[in-house]
């Protein structure tokens, strides 16, 4: 693989994260399986839309992987479930959390996930050795949930808010609630107002705002602006509220790779490529990629340009 770094073919990183700090990611789903096909997901269209559980990638082999990893000691602020899909629609979940805890228990377990699945007690007991847990709602009505979600036919936003208000009171480690802003969508007075009394049932012990960063699934779609934001803030009445800032550069990120980076731009210096493009010729999992690629439109230095076959990103320098 270029750029010298070890293959894994479970774990990435470590990335930058904005609100995670130092963050091992954990993939456990093949892309792109989720749950929903939200319209804007970095990730790209849900290629294989289910509700069901089972070992997408071998349980063993990641457990494998992770030994292989932290026996190194690694400095990491977090080990993150996220990654190209639903992270707990992956049985062996419980098994892998519990080997980082036994083995290598300094180290703190982040999970990123839709949240659908927690209307299910069994799937919401699996997640109790986690510190600290981040699901989304970005809609509490079911046509907010349909327009943005674009979930399996199975899932009712009724019964996953019920999971969330449920998880809650049952996990004793953080819970932070994401929702992503949709200009138009879920901003509006009606679905503001049902994500607001959403929201206060499920008492997180934050919610974190987040927007568009680069296009989504669909192409009309915006990001929200600040002001919308804190609009938006003001309407969901809810007081530990926040805007998520992203890493305003690259000397605020300390897991940041300038080789990574160079690989990037080396690469798109000589063709446009997707994100895709770039995972396949870089060995880097698209979430890394993703990371860099940010920073590097935040510094001028790559643009992106939406094709037929999906969004390409040129140096322009
Ligand atoms: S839940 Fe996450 S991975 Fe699944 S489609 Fe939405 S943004 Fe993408």
Redesign the pocket.
Do not use: A, P, S, V
């Given at each position: 693989m270029a750029c010298g770094k070890r293959i894994y073919k479970h774990l990435f990183g470590p990335v930058p994260s904005r609100r995670l700090g130092i963050s091992l990611g954990i993939d456990l789903i093949p892309h792109k399986t989720?749950s929903?096909?939200?319209i804007?997901?970095e990730?790209g269209k849900?290629t294989n839309l289910t509700s069901e559980r089972r070992e997408y990638v071998p349980t063993a082999e990641v457990i494998e992987e992770l030994d292989s990893y932290l026996s190194e000691s690694p400095r990491l602020d977090y080990i993150t479930y996220s990654g190209s899909?639903?992270p707990t629609l992956h049985s062996g979940i419980e098994k892998i959390t519990r080997f980082i805890k036994d083995n290598y228990p300094g180290y703190r377990v982040a999970l990123l996930t839709?949240g659908s699945l927690f209307f299910d007690k069994g799937v919401r007991d699996e997640m109790k050795d986690i510190d600290v847990i981040i699901p989304s709602l970005d809609a509490a009505t079911d046509i907010g949930f349909m327009k943005i979600?674009r979930p399996c036919s199975s899932l009712k936003v009724e019964e996953i808010i019920s999971g969330l208000v449920e998880l809650k009171k049952e996990f004793s480690g953080e819970f932070w609630l994401e929702i992503f802003v949709v200009p138009g969508l879920n901003d509006t007075e009606e679905e503001l107002a049902a994500l607001s009394k959403a929201v206060h049932r499920i008492a997180p012990d934050r919610v974190q705002l987040n927007t568009l960063d680069r296009p989504g699934v669909v192409d009309w779609i915006r990001a929200a602006t600040q002001e919308e934001l804190e609009k938006f803030a003001e309407g969901l009445g809810y007081e530990r509220t926040e805007i998520t800032g992203r890493p305003s550069s690259r000397s605020g990120v300390e897991s940041f790779s300038g080789d990574a980076m160079e690989c990037i731009i080396q690469t798109i210096s000589r063709r446009p490529c997707t994100v895709e493009d770039l995972s396949s010729i870089l060995g880097m999992h698209p979430n890394e990629i993703n990371k860099y690629i940010q920073l590097l439109i935040e510094e001028g230095r790559v643009a992106e340009k939406r094709e037929e076959r999906g969004i390409f990103f040129v140096s322009v320098e």
């Open positions: 989720c929903y096909n939200c804007y997901c990730c849900t899909g639903e839709n979600d």
